[in-house]
C-alpha cells in the first residue's frame, strides 16, 4: 500500500524527538482519528535553524511530520507559511 520511501521514513523518522530551546512551538490533533503531531522549531534571524517532531498516529501522520521538519530547515518564516501539501508529496 505505502511506497518504499514511505516505509523508509517511516522506519527511520529524521528529527523525531523534541528540541531543547525551541522558540517555536505547533500542535495539531486531528479530530476525526485523533492523530497528533508537535512541531518544534529554533528560529534564529527569523531562520528555521533547528526542527523536530513528536507524533503519534498513523504512518502518513509520521512520515508527514517527519517531512515538514525536513522542509522547514533552513527557510524563512514566511517561506515556511507557504508550504503545502503538494511540496510534501514531492519530497515524500
Known amino acids: 500500500m505505502f511506497s518504499t520511501r514511505v516505509l ?3 522506519k527511520n523518522p ?3 524527538g523534541g528540541l531543547q530551546g525551541a522558540n517555536g512551538v505547533g ?3 486531528d479530530p476525526v482519528c485523533g492523530d497528533q503531531v508537535k512541531i518544534y522549531l529554533k528560529i ?3 531562520i528555521v535553524t533547528e ?3 513528536k ?3 498513523s504512518v502518513a501522520t509520521i512520515v508527514f ?3 515538514i521538519c525536513t522542509c522547514v530547515l533552513d527557510c ?3 517561506e515556511c507559511l507557504n508550504l503545502n501539501a503538494q511540496r510534501l508529496f514531492e519530497i515524500t
Open 8 to 10: 523508509d521514513i517511516f
Open 76 to 78: 524563512t518564516i514566511e
Open 65 to 67: 511530520a517527519s517531512s
Open 14 to 16: 529524521m528529527s523525531a
Open 51 to 53: 526542527a523536530r517532531f
Open 55 to 57: 507524533a503519534v498516529g
Open 27 to 29: 500542535k495539531y490533533i
Open 44 to 46: 534564529e534571524k527569523n
